[in-house]
């Protein structure tokens, strides 16, 4: 290991956390950005002319409905115009302490009124000295709410609004908190946003999404005319108890003035039915409405359904509420499902409806491992030609130290490390100590059960990597140590120890000098960069290239040979370079992680030759792919391609020694796990020397979920192995002949107390 380089790198880590604050982790979930220029903002603004949902020339999603925005916000690379802040904020004291989210009070005259039919029958007087209030709250609803929360003016969307002060849960009224506003804020823009199906919510165990995500089902059924809202959850029971235990309740408990009529049971156990339902209450309609006849009927459904595939299949849905996703065991198979329910949420290319799916993650083979699949297609930065995800869904993930009960202040914001000063709860207790804090003790307690910490960690995830940990009984490798690993490199974020980028030929000319260039969205990520005087050594010798830094490392190879396949499918192609035990750079050490498939394979191609000659490193590739192999050859860069390091030349086949590589042949395979499964035990996870310095998580996981009878899946573990041997070519034993030798040997008798010799 390299052990001086590791503790100062741990040593960034702890400085890092020692200089944090709170204010500076909230900025990474939830961050204003500059991304509307000043002058066009406010240009617009005055005509009025932000319209909501996704604005093309801005690309950003306006959520605001009243044609004015303010600041921009970044949720998980979403970008999002907030509505511009009220000229007067709502603030419960002057006092900046005393300043919070409370509900306000129902008024005790209106509370009793529990229809629109028994309104009606008050006097013209008594109906009009409570108009500006309803109308108030129906505003609210619409626009949102703005509020000092801490000396801070603090914008909650309508939904959220009617979440915190009209939605009754098993505790009474919901108690605000940061993290779900910045879900609904997610949400309204997932709303919002033409291109987008919905959200795909990954969270930490009772982080309230089925809660929310039920008072989002009511209050949009509650507006909405001719259309029906439905429920899935892992179990046909459990999307029962949701709709029992949660919808209706909260339904039954609107105010009248927000309550449609209900046709049929007041607590229904299949389906919620506004027939005849209230219209908004405005001054006119309240003088012109007073018979139960002249009101106009919603004819909107809430129900749900039991658990399939094909659940809803056929009909068509203004919201469905998908509950506990990650958690669909065979044959149940969310992946099926969806495909079937997106159909339900469009007409032709139009979406006329949204999914609000959440979800802790179960293992991957209990329904983990589609549920993580459907998260990852909902990454809202790789999208198609039509501008969707390829789930059409946006992923959303919130820490679960933003989520924790017992640790959210009065001001909804999280305690992550113990306070310097008092900090007290929602419930006025004091929090004596940090989320993060308590996090780590429980995982410290766990370190030697690794099954319940992983089971620990997809339920109180901080990272994505927690949420979809697998059960440690079914890897081939130290899984303990693969997730120390991972842990480890999660706290390394903030400190750029992995930089993504691309490389190119100087000024396009090919076979000449390779540059490297940061990028957001580059095909490389390196974590170590040669100086100068290491960069582009290609040494000429007789006529032939060679790669100047072998002594320091090689690369190894996963390619592929064909473009493209039937449905735009087919593995990635993969690069890994590794160094050895060298003088010049770091030693042992993985620098460099490349899994991706470009649209031709000569693109992949000429990526794997810039990596090498930028670096001055061989490649060992497997030959049953030879494509790649032949592409070196032919550039002239033979001599890069190493030969099989578990044969001599002599050896090599007629095929092998034109081109080098190695096949995948079952010993190779074998040779190729143990490679990965030493380099594993001594160079990953923690140990008395420090913490190991493989810092790409990407390759980590593939390692931790390798089937080495199924490798065809597992680009990275392949490359990954393959760049290991290509740095044991130099230790290769010379083969042993083996031949009779005949020794007359004295044989003796050891029973008693003498030796003697059998004759």
Not at 80 to 88: M, N, T, Y
Not at 94 to 115: G, N
Not at 366 to 392: C, E, H, I, P
Request: hydrophobic content about 30%.
């Amino acid at each position: 290991m390299a052990k001086i380089r590791l503790k100062t790198v741990k040593e960034k880590i702890k400085d890092s956390k020692a200089s944090q604050s709170p204010e500076d982790e909230s900025l990474e979930l939830c961050k204003v950005i500059s991304h509307v220029n000043d002058k066009v903002r406010d240009r617009l603004n005055k005509k009025k002319a932000w319209d909501y949902g996704y604005n093309v020339e801005h690309d950003v999603i306006v959520i605001s409905k009243t044609g004015k925005i303010g600041d921009v916000v970044e949720i998980q690379n979403l970008k999002i115009a907030l509505p511009l802040q009220d000229d007067k904020v709502y603030s419960r004291s002057d006092v900046k302490a005393k300043q919070y989210w409370e509900p306000f009070e129902h008024p005790k005259e209106l509370k009793k009124i529990k229809t629109v039919f028994q309104w009606n029958e008050y006097a013209s007087t008594f109906k009009e000295s409570w108009i500006s209030y309803i109308e108030n709250e129906f505003e609210r609803r619409e626009n949102g709410f703005w509020f000092k929360n801490n000396g801070s003016s603090t914008y909650i969307t309508g939904s959220h609004y009617m979440y915190l002060q009209w939605t009754k849960i098993d505790v009474g009224l919901p108690e605000f908190r940061e993290s779900n506003r910045i879900f609904f804020i997610f949400w309204e823009a997932c709303k919002a946003d033409n291109r987008c199906y919905g959200m795909c919510y990954l969270k930490n165990r009772r982080s309230g999404f089925s809660f929310m995500s039920s008072a989002e089902s009511v209050n949009q059924a509650t507006i909405t005319s001719d259309a029906r809202f439905g429920i899935l959850s892992k179990s046909g029971a459990d999307a029962k108890k949701m709709f029992t235990d949660k919808v209706v309740p909260i339904s039954t408990n609107y105010p009248f003035f927000f309550k449609p009529i209900q046709d049929g049971m007041d607590r229904p156990k299949t389906e919620l039915a506004y027939r005849i339902p209230a219209s908004k209450l405005t001054r006119r309609s309240i003088a012109e409405t007073d018979k139960e006849e002249e009101l106009t009927g919603l004819d909107t459904t809430i129900d749900w359904k039991n658990t399939g595939d094909n659940s809803y299949d056929g009909e068509k849905l203004r919201l469905l509420v998908h509950d506990e996703s990650g958690k669909w065991e065979r044959p149940d198979n969310i992946l099926n499902s969806w495909r079937v329910t997106k159909t339900t949420l469009r007409l032709g290319r139009r979406i006329i409806g949204k999914c609000l799916m959440g979800s802790t993650s179960n293992s991957q083979d209990k329904g983990g491992g589609n549920f993580k699949r459907l998260y990852r297609d909902s990454d809202v930065t790789q999208r198609n030609a039509n501008g969707q995800t390829k789930s059409g869904m946006y992923s959303l993930f919130i820490p679960m130290e933003w989520n924790f009960e017992g640790f959210i202040d009065q001001y909804g914001q999280p305690v992550f490390r113990k306070p310097d000063k008092q900090a007290l709860d929602h419930y006025g207790d004091v929090i004596e100590g940090g989320v993060i804090d308590y996090w780590e003790n429980e995982v410290d307690s766990l370190r030697n059960d690794s099954d319940a910490l992983n089971e620990f960690y997809r339920q109180f995830p901080r990272t994505e990597g927690h949420a979809f940990r697998d059960e440690a009984k079914n890897s081939l490798f130290n899984l303990t140590r693969i997730y120390e690993q991972i842990d480890f490199n999660d706290n390394l974020q903030r400190q750029r120890v992995v930089q993504r980028g691309g490389f190119s030929w100087k000024n396009g000319v090919k076979d000449t000098e390779v540059i490297w260039t940061p990028e957001k969205h580059g095909r490389f990520y390196v974590s170590w960069i040669p100086p100068l005087e290491l960069r582009n050594r290609v040494i000429n010798r007789n006529g032939f290239k060679y790669p100047g830094n072998d002594h320091i490392g090689a690369f190894g190879c996963d390619s592929y040979d064909i473009s493209g396949t039937v449905g735009g499918g087919g593995s990635n192609g993969a690069l890994h370079g590794y160094t050895r035990i060298n003088l010049d750079g770091p030693s042992s050490m993985f620098f460099l992680e490349y899994v991706y498939r470009p649209q031709t394979a000569e693109l992949f191609y000429e990526d794997v030759l810039m990596a090498m000659v930028f670096y001055g490193m061989p490649v060992l590739a497997e030959n049953n792919k030879p494509r790649l192999l032949y592409h070196l050859k032919n550039r002239g860069y033979r001599k890069w391609s190493i030969n099989r390091p578990d044969k001599h030349r002599n050896d090599l086949s007629k095929a092998e020694r034109e081109l080098g590589g190695i096949p995948s042949s079952p010993a190779v395979i074998s040779i190729h796990a143990e490679a990965i499964e030493s380099y594993i035990e001594n160079n990953v996870g923690f140990s008395d020397e420090g913490t190991g310095n493989m810092y790409f998580n990407r390759t980590l996981l593939d390692w931790a979920n390798y089937d080495i009878g199924n490798r065809t899946k597992f680009d990275a573990t392949v490359s990954s192995g393959l760049a290991i041997m290509a740095n044991q070519k130099y230790v290769i034993k010379a083969k042993r002949k083996d031949t009779e030798i005949n020794v007359n040997f004295a044989r003796y008798n050891n029973t008693g107390t003498v030796s003697s010799i059998i004759k």
